[in-house]
């Protein structure tokens, strides 16, 4: 195995922490970042005086930032959005959006108890810490050229994979084993080619380009995590543990 993919934790701990957000501050710090990226560059949310991209969704959430060590700064959030529990009629967005496309032969959504389900989304990486002039059309993004590893902090490899563990890592501490996202086809496939045990629920849909439902299995995607990113795993766990 590649010795700078086995460092890969070892590297992230040199440049990023992972924080589960636990104050008023830093969740204004996420809302920030997504007003940035979703309503300044993408354009897909209307821009906001107070420069906060927030919506209904926010209060029923758990928050995850991640900050550089050198310049102290957030780069990237994410949110896990958790059904509300004493009112079963409350929907989580990928249920009002996908309501029609997702397939209930692959899964059945009503069947899955609600305190075990949940659903990942507004995640976001800023324009200096996306890898490639091309990212700039897209929140995040990966390709094949993210199965190699660079050094450099601004070009580390899996920032965006890095995200999604973390939510992996909480969604396990809170005891969710479906974890719900809509995102790119392609995108899928990659996280399918990472280890991530994600199945494609539905059929895509035109949200912000096409989207696709998809649902990841928690603890498969820990068991079968592949060993080049069992150390960034352990990195992100340690983080969140402390914060």
């Excluded at 096409?210 to 299995?217: A, C, D, T």
């Amino acid at each position: 195995m590649n010795e700078s993919v086995v460092q890969l934790g070892e590297n992230f701990q040199k440049y990023f922490e992972m924080v589960h957000v636990k104050s008023d501050e830093q969740k204004n710090d996420a809302f920030r970042i997504r007003h940035q990226v979703y309503c300044e560059e993408l354009k897909y949310e209307s821009s906001h005086e107070d420069k906060r991209e927030t919506d209904e969704y926010d209060s029923d959430s758990m928050h995850l930032l991640l900050r550089s060590k050198k310049s102290g700064e957030f780069i990237g959030c994410t949110r896990i959005i958790c059904p509300r529990l004493n009112a079963p009629e409350y929907q989580l967005p990928i249920e009002k959006i996908c309501a029609g496309s997702i397939d209930n032969t692959i899964i059945d959504l009503k069947k899955i108890p609600r305190n075990e389900m949940a659903e990942v989304s507004r995640l976001a990486v800023v324009a200096n810490y996306r890898r490639r002039k091309s990212d700039s059309k897209s929140a995040i993004s990966i390709t094949n050229a993210d199965f190699t590893t660079e050094n450099e902090e601004r070009r580390f490899p899996y920032i965006p994979v890095s995200l999604y563990l973390a939510t992996i890592r909480l969604a396990q501490k809170n005891g969710i084993e479906y974890l719900f996202v809509l995102t790119e086809e392609r995108l899928a496939h990659h996280f399918g080619k990472l280890g991530f045990d994600i199945q494609l629920i539905g059929k895509s849909i035109e949200h912000r380009g096409k989207r696709v439902p998809s649902m990841v299995r928690i603890s498969s995607s820990i068991s079968r995590m592949y060993p080049s990113l069992r150390s960034l795993y352990l990195a992100i766990v340690k983080d969140i543990e402390k914060t």
